[in-house]
C-alpha cells in the first residue's frame, strides 16, 4: 500500500470528523499496488446515510489539501443497493482502520 500509517489515520479521521464516528474508510485503486507509480489517492465512505455532492467535495477537498494529492470519494450508504462500480471497489479495498499501526 503506498500510503503511509500517518496518513491513513489522517484519512480516516479526517471523514469521521464531518461525518461522525459511524463512517468507515476504504483505500482502492492504484494506491493499494505497491509497484505502481504516482496515481490518486480513492477512497470509499460507507456511511449510515446517503452523502450529498457537497459533502463528497468538502472531504475531498480537505483531503487534497492535507495531503497535497489527488483524491476521489465514493460514497456508499449501509445497506442501500450499490452499483457495479461500488462493488468492485469494496471487493478490492482495504479498511484504513486496519493500516494504521506504527
Given at each position: ?31 493499494l499496488d ?52 461500488q462493488r ?15
Amino acid at each position: 500500500m503506498r500510503l503511509t500509517p500517518a496518513q491513513s489515520r489522517l484519512i480516516a479521521a479526517t471523514v469521521r470528523r464531518q461525518l461522525g464516528a459511524q463512517a468507515r474508510v476504504f483505500l482502492f485503486g492504484s494506491r493499494l499496488d505497491d509497484a505502481a507509480k504516482g496515481g490518486d489517492v480513492d477512497i470509499l465512505v460507507e456511511n449510515e446515510k446517503r452523502l450529498s455532492l457537497l459533502e463528497r467535495a468538502h472531504i475531498k477537498m480537505e483531503l487534497e489539501n492535507l495531503l497535497s494529492l489527488p483524491v476521489d470519494v465514493v460514497a456508499i450508504e449501509r445497506g442501500a443497493q450499490t452499483t457495479a462500480f461500488q462493488r468492485i471497489a469494496m471487493a478490492k479495498a482495504i479498511n484504513l482502520e486496519d493500516c494504521q499501526s506504527t
